[in-house]
């Protein structure tokens, strides 16, 4: 048995491919971590651990990624523990109001990271979001309903896929930019990448 480590894209763990000496690909196993890239969104990181989330394979899976932080006391570039993901999106809309997919009783909407391992970051509450968040208005209506602290487009659909496996997980997030109208200007996506790689290595290389 052994990890799984799941990333959106190559670019979020360039240096962990370095380090490790990795082949190209979307897939790869190694002696004792396979590394599965999803693609964007919780569409294709559904579907890609479909193809590959074994029980009797992985005892862990680590998600891993840059986000978005809604607390702008945490500085670009700080790593956090996600402990609880949310789908943001999922349910419907009554007036001005938001029915959730469990208040709808349709499902769940809400999972929690599960880990015998113990993590020396500051665990945050996140959602997981088809589109980025970008309007004040938008910003509002999220800080009252879910006061998250940052935002992914994948978190919360690997959660959902560990818990129906009944596998253990994690999930990591290095903060790029903060929830605001889009402004690449003030986004540190390369530092947030260079942190979050270098704390890959260390877990990774720890755990060997």
Known sequence: ???????ATKAEVA????????PEGDFIESKNFDLLITGVGMVATAFSLGQYLT?????LVINVGIAGCFDRNIKLGSLLNISEDIFAELGAENGDDFLTITDLGFGENQFKAKSKKIIDLPSVKSITVNCV???????????????????SME????FYACKR???????????????EP???????????????????????SEMN
């Open 1 to 7: 048995m052994k990890t799984l480590v799941v990333a």
């Open 15 to 22: 240096f962990f491919y370095q380090h490790f000496n990795l």
């Open 55 to 59: 029980p009797n394979k992985y005892d």
């Open 133 to 151: 968040t970008g309007s004040e208005k938008s910003i509002r209506n999220l800080k009252k309903r879910i006061n998250p602290t940052s935002e």
């Open 155 to 158: 978190g919360a659909a690997v």
């Open 165 to 179: 496996q009944n596998i253990d997980c994690l999930q990591i997030r290095s903060v790029s930019n903060y929830v």
């Open 182 to 204: 889009r402004n690449k200007e003030n986004w540190e996506i390369g530092l947030a990448i260079r942190n979050l790689n270098e704390w890959m290595i260390s877990f990774i």
